[in-house]
């Protein structure tokens, strides 16, 4: 082989070799790049429908068919007792202040509700509408609104008679005592409606002749009553209660509530031993 073929030899396997060398360059680069590139996991999001406002909402108000929409959101951010049908909403009176797009549950909505511009009450066969009066402390202070979940505690006075001597010393029949309870009567009682009395409130007077800042006087509501849906035995032993002048308190419960509380009558000897109080001689 001459020179000048060694020479053209030597330059095509050196251009050969170069040629890999970019190709295997390249490999290596873009080997580099997909290990540096974050792995996108495809993960389908499941949801769920639920019902949100669509402008806010106050105490008492009454859902219109605008005031609601449905819409989708991931199944982890709904809550269980969230509500997924606009029938289940539209007509219904809720029991808090709520805002455009908070979702709708079912603890937020007030049964029964106000259909014909007047109070209509939606009752089972198996209840009866009790109207309780609203002279405690928590209803002076119209702490206790409709749809709220309330206990109701009492504290009567009770004849009690001696178990065993029916005599006294001198041979007279023994005189029944009367002893103080105070008990639970009712827990979980949901408030039906209230009977309110409108009180108007006095205008500002005194005021300087043209002037313009003056405000209206808004209403003061003042509860009279509860109406309270309850079992034909039940509104007969708190009718019994209210006719022997039973001192009624109200206590009022978490919105979303469910427990039964195990509660024990408290007296007089039950004062006494829960304190470790002695009685002087």
Do not use: C, W
Not at 62 to 74: F, G, N, Q, R, Y
């Amino acid at each position: 082989m001459s020179n000048k073929n060694k020479a053209v030899f030597i330059i095509v396997v050196g251009l050969i070799l170069v040629v890999i060398g970019i190709f295997a360059s390249i490999l290596l680069v873009n080997r580099y790049r997909a290990n540096q590139a974050p792995v996108a996991v495809a993960e389908e999001t499941v949801k769920t429908t639920v019902v949100v406002l669509t402008r806010d909402l106050f105490l008492g108000d009454k859902i219109a068919a605008t005031d609601v929409e449905l819409a989708s959101v991931p199944a982890e951010v709904a809550p269980r007792n969230a509500i997924d049908t606009l029938e289940e909403v539209v007509g219904k009176m809720i029991k808090t202040d709520l805002v455009q797009g908070e979702m709708v549950l079912s603890h937020n909505l007030v049964d029964p509700t106000n259909n014909i511009n007047d109070l209509g009450f939606i009752l089972g066969e198996e209840h009866v509408l009790i109207a309780f009066p609203a002279g405690d402390l928590m209803s002076l202070e119209s702490m206790v609104q409709r749809g709220d979940i309330v206990d109701i505690f009492a504290t009567f006075k009770e004849e009690v008679k001696a178990i065993g001597e029916t005599t006294t010393t001198t041979g007279e029949s023994a005189e029944p005592e009367m002893r103080t309870f105070t008990v639970d009567t009712f827990q979980k009682v949901g408030v039906t409606a209230l009977v309110v009395e409108v009180i108007e409130q006095e205008s500002n007077t005194g005021l300087i002749q043209g002037d313009t800042n003056q405000t209206t006087a808004k209403p003061k509501p003042r509860i009279r009553a509860y109406l309270l849906a309850m079992k034909p035995q039940d509104a007969l032993i708190l009718k019994h209660l209210k006719d022997i002048d039973a001192i009624f308190d109200i206590v009022l419960r978490a919105p979303t509530s469910t427990v039964q509380f195990d509660l024990t009558p408290v007296t007089e000897e039950y004062i006494i031993e829960f304190y470790g109080l002695e009685i002087l001689p």
